[in-house]
């Protein structure tokens, strides 16, 4: 069983900043790309920001300059450092664990995190 915690999230004003992190816990060998998504009420759920194994990170034009994705390899934990926070960022954060290896199965496979609320308002 594995599974990915995030935390962070909360209410924010415009302008501010969060940090979001995400942890993966199981019978995990590696994982390739870990990424954190975000859906808003009423709109489909996107790709903020991704991060390879290596360190190879890949960002939504919307984010770019003011989100930071950075990785630990050894805590299987991802984190998202948000800046210059507007109310369009309001969204459920969602962590996605891509192609998990699990030893156990012998076979790679994806998973996300529970959700984490981010509200940003005056």
């Known amino acids: 069983q594995v599974r990915a915690v995030e935390s962070g999230g909360g209410l924010v004003q415009p302008g501010g900043s969060l940090r979001l992190s995400c942890v993966a816990s199981g019978d995990i060998f590696m994982i390739d790309t870990m990424a954190w998504y975000r859906q808003a009420p009423g709109k489909q759920r996107e790709l903020v920001a991704e991060i390879t194994s290596s360190g190879i990170a890949n960002y939504a034009e919307s984010v770019k300059g003011r989100f930071t994705i950075s990785r630990d390899n050894t805590k299987n934990a991802i984190y998202l450092q948000m800046g210059s926070l507007q109310p369009e960022d309001t969204a459920i954060y969602y962590c996605?664990?891509?192609?998990?290896?699990?030893?156990?199965?012998?076979?790679?496979?994806?998973?996300w995190g529970q959700g984490t609320q981010v509200t940003i308002a005056s």
């Open positions: 996605h664990l891509e192609d998990v290896y699990l030893p156990s199965v012998g076979d790679a496979k994806n998973f």
